[in-house]
């Protein structure tokens, strides 16, 4: 993030803490986009993470005052996670209500809508189904491997921003992106084909 | 092979920079010696990318606050962990403070029935038979006075005057259990004083009254009580008075309880004053 945005964001900030709601919504504006992508590849499912997203906006909005400097993306991302995991817990509780969504739904549910700038219809074509194969990959993995993951290679948070986001310790982030790196590569590996040709592994001479 | 799955946990570490030097350097002269790992490296770097290529999805509505949420997401206020805390504590010293009393009021009344051995100890040994026990429970349960333990005199303090009756004409010996109940009625700090009034045979005479008076208060009882150790010089403090001595702290510990209990209610309340 570049420094006039940075500095921009800060005021934001400051705004919004002494009770500017426009202000405050100035910064959804700017981070909803990521916070309900997170949400999406966490949950696999676009109502449960639009729920999220608008949790951890209210959320946010009531919590503010507990921001200290650092990354304000970080700082949203773990107040998306705890959402995310509230939602997870849910599932776990009443877990018939989420299979449905997991078998079957995925295949007649449209594809979102993608941030893309050369939307061409063919690329637009492509894209979704390499996002409809990345998602069904981060899906299978256990919610604490999927959560760590989405945070490291989806949205670039650092070790640290993910122990504090996910309330655990540097060990465990680090073992369970291994073990969710691995998984997911042997998931994909195993499906290559589906993939879009561009997107494959080319099996040159290593 | 337990070298490879060595390999195969620090990859990921790799592909991120995070292995420090010499663990970088050995992993990389690894890595050129040994194919499968490179596979590994290869395909995970490339799993890694892919997902980095994940494309992003908008929002697909505005998820801005409206002035409603807003208002409502900022009054909610959701108990801290002050305010949990203190709920807790004030639970805990309420129930400690029924266990405890519940125990001193028991104990008590058990520790009147067998007091008489310790009385045997003291000069009243032949003293009133079933008199003793009597006059000595109502004794100790008002040596703990607590409003309430003034109702559990009651019952007991009847037995005090026929007591007294049998006591008197016998002899001296006899007169300090039924002194006790009607002083006992009335004062915890008198304790010793049981002991004093052994000789006068006086005594249970003003005890009479006072016990017939004294069941229901309490703290008006303890300056009818003073007079009766005074009444006679001390002759000798028996083991009772180390016995009631020994039972102070009871009170202590349930005035502690009951401060802990007011005090973190009044806490409770101003958390709740100062949130809204």
Known sequence: MSDPQTRLERELIQSARRGDLHAFNRLVESYQDMAYHTAYRILNDPEAAADATQEAFISAYRHLNEFRDGSFKAWLLRIVTNACYDILRARQRHPSESIDDLLGADEEREPPDFIDHREGPEERAVRAELNRFLQEGIAALPDDQRV?????????????????????????????????????RDWLLERQELLPERYRLDSGPL | MSNLEHVTDQLSLFLDGRLNRREQARLEEHLRACVDCRRQLATLRYSVSLMK???????????????????RALPRWQPGWLYQSLRGLTAFAAVMFLVVFSADILSTSRFGVSAP??????????????????????????????????????????????????????????????????????????????????????????????????????ATAIPIATPAPSVEPASAPTPEARVRLGELPWRAVE??????????????????????
Do not use: C, H
């Open chain 2, 53 to 71: 290529q994940a494309p992003p999805i908008r929002a697909p509505r505005s998820f801005t606050l409206s002035d409603e949420q807003a208002a």
């Open chain 2, 117 to 218: 051995s310790s009385a045997q100890t003291a000069p009243a040994t032949s003293a009133p038979f079933n008199a003793v026990p009597a006059p000595q429970a109502a004794e100790d349960n008002q040596s703990k006075s607590v409003a309430t333990t003034a109702a559990a005199a009651a019952p007991v303090a009847p037995a005090g005057p026929s007591t007294r009756a049998v006591a008197q004409p016998t002899a001296p010996a006899s007169a300090p259990p039924a002194l006790p109940a009607t002083s006992g009625v009335a004062k915890p700090t008198t304790v010793a004083g049981t002991a004093e009034s052994v000789q006068p045979t006086t005594a249970p005479v003003v005890g009479g009254p006072a016990a017939a008076v004294s069941p229901q208060p309490t």
């Open chain 2, 255 to 276: 005035v502690g309880l009951l401060g802990v209990v007011v005090l973190s209610v009044g806490g409770l309340l101003a958390l709740r004053i100062y949130r809204a």
């Open chain 1, 148 to 184: 760590v993951l989405v945070l490291a290679d989806v949205q670039g948070l650092s070790y640290e921003e993910i122990a504090s986001a996910t309330r655990t310790n540097l060990g465990t982030v680090k073992s369970r992106l291994n073990r969710a790196r691995l998984r997911l």
